[in-house]
């Protein structure tokens, strides 16, 4: 039992979080409100707090000149982490929970029920601050629940304070429904809220010795590992080689000159920052020990990655910034969406990423100003976090909220590199905001929707977001959605097509809208996009 917080019960906490999410990844994941085939809080919240538990394995417990606590180092080095690997809006909102308690905590002595009661509400209030409009029935809610349990203790007792808490997250996570509408017609609790307090109770933990409740079997990899290709360099060196650093500028110095000894294709950035910075290191080398060890003695390497040439397929070149140094960063689900997003002049970053995978594509282009395009709601809050770290590097960003693939294809087409950069986001923006767009695919499990009852294989359409339309028959559903849709007025039809298409299909939507609609034009295109046969936008 512990009577306050160190830096070991930090790094104990975070592998025994990350643990439990793995057990529960798959309820947490098909805690999904929605009847569609891609809900993936868990697996965000694993691959999050994944990036955090790195950033701790690599510190090697030494510690900066900066007057941290250890265990306020911890912390921080947690909260980075987690924010570098965030993915989704829950991964975004969990690393600003982790950061508004390490910077309550960074500088406290010692850390007893009372700095832990403090650090739970500068937590959750940091993470309402990152949330642009807060809604409740979600993990934000269960996090101030937490918080205000903790407070209402009124006590120095750790190990009290730390059950109090997660009793208020249970608590708040059982009255959920009660708040979001879309919770209680699935009959689910917010998934997001459950994974906190599988975090909570891994504290509890930590704290007392005691289980929360007995282990269940882990679940399977959440994904494969990220895969790179040769982009320089010669051909003798077999590795890849790639992390963040947080270094002084002299021990960098060092570090070149000894990475250049070992390989080739090596390229050294940095955050511009004063004292110990961030830096971002890549090699090509046969040694990958040595290149990392060299890392260690420079400083404190995280987020590393290894990546074998010969196992790679080579995709093309990103493309290169506009001549006024600018460039668009595009997220995309399938290979011919990619393509499409490709000849538009975009450099592409595959579905579902990371704040630190954003953020890396972001200064790959080598722009001073760059706009991205997220085209999911999930990844809307990924795309602003990887922003707001881009500033701090100089680099102008901005996200254009685009929430399908049809939403950035409109936004792409009006670029014109004559207008000012922030009147040709506008433009970009009003041409996305103007596209209307529609998801069909087949539902996952059976649901209550606005539409009414659903019961997996169905056929769903949704427009905006929403289900407008459940059928049987997926021609008929998609040419109804089609219909639907050009009632409210349009002249263009985008049709993209997904990995499990059945053959044929476009073109008999592309028939039915010329017999139907003779003055529409429709562009059908191989999106490859798993999940959803056909995604639509009309402009």
């Known amino acids: 039992m512990l009577d306050t917080l160190d830096a070991a019960a930090v790094r104990r906490w975070c592998a025994s979080g990350l643990a439990a999410l793995q057990r529960h990844q798959g309820e947490i994941d098909d805690l999904n409100v929605y009847p569609v085939p891609d809900g993936d809080t ?84 940091a993470a309402y601050a990152a949330v642009a409009h807060p809604v409740e029935g979600t993990l934000l809610s269960v996090a101030t629940a937490a918080a205000r349990a903790a407070e209402q203790a009124d006590t120095d007792d750790l190990r009290a304070v730390c059950r109090a808490a997660a009793a208020g997250a249970a608590r708040a996570l059982a009255r959920t429904p009660e708040q979001l509408p879309a919770l209680a017609r699935a009959g689910v609790v917010d998934a997001g809220g459950r994974g906190l307090c599988l975090l909570l109770d891994a504290l509890v933990e930590v704290v007392t010795g005691e289980s929360a409740r007995p282990p269940a079997a882990p679940s399977p990899a959440a994904r494969p590992p990220a895969t790179a290709v040769r982009e320089t360099g010669s051909p003798a060196y077999a590795y890849e080689v790639q992390y963040l650093l947080d270094a002084t500028d002299e021990a960098v110095a060092r570090l070149r000159g000894e990475l250049d000894g070992l390989g080739d294709s090596l390229v050294i950035v940095g955050d511009g920052g004063t004292g110990v910075g961030t830096w971002n290191v890549h090699v090509h080398v046969n040694e990958v020990g040595a290149a990392i060890e060299a890392g260690v003695v420079a400083g404190r390497p995280h987020r590393i990655t290894v990546t074998r040439f010969a196992d790679q397929a080579a995709p093309p070149a990103p493309p290169a910034p506009l001549p006024d140094g600018r460039a668009a960063v595009v997220v995309a689900t399938g290979a011919g969406i990619a393509e499409l997003f490709g000849a538009e002049g975009a450099t592409v970053v595959p579905a579902n990423p990371s704040t630190g995978e954003l953020l890396d594509a972001i200064r790959a282009t080598g722009a001073a100003r760059v706009v991205v395009l997220p085209n999911d709601p999930n990844t809307q809050s990924v795309a602003s976090a990887a922003a707001r770290e881009a500033h701090r ?27 000012r950069f922030e009147d040709d986001v506008i433009a970009m923006a009003e041409a996305a905001g103007a596209c209307r767009y529609a998801e069909v695919c087949h539902a996952s499990k059976e649901a209550l929707t606005v539409a009414g009852p659903c019961r997996p294989g169905d056929v769903l359409a949704l427009v905006e977001g929403e289900v407008h339309l459940i059928g049987a028959d997926l021609l008929d559903t998609c040419t109804a959605v089609v219909d639907r849709m050009l009632g409210g007025g349009g002249e263009l039809v985008t049709l993209l097509c997904g990995a499990d298409v059945p053959e044929g299909l476009a073109d008999r939507v592309r028939e039915h809208v010329e017999r139907s609609w003779p003055f529409v034009e429709v562009q059908a295109y191989e999106g490859g996009q798993p999940h959803y046969p056909l995604l639509l936008g009309v402009e």
């Open 42 to 125: 868990g697996t965000n919240l694993v691959l999050t707090l994944t990036s955090a538990q790195q950033a701790l394995a690599m510190d090697l417990g030494t510690l900066p000149d900066d007057g941290h606590t250890p265990h306020g180092h911890a912390l921080r080095l947690m909260a980075r982490g987690a924010l570098l690997g965030a993915r989704g809006n829950s991964g975004v909102i969990l690393s600003q929970l982790l950061r508004g308690f390490a910077d309550a905590l960074a500088a406290a002595p010692a850390v007893r029920g009372r700095q832990l009661a403090a650090a739970l509400t500068g937590a959750a209030t």
């Open 393 to 419: 590097l100089g680099v102008k960003v901005s996200v254009v909220p685009t929430r399908s693939p049809v939403q950035a294809l409109a936004a792409l087409a009006v670029r014109d590199p004559k207008r």
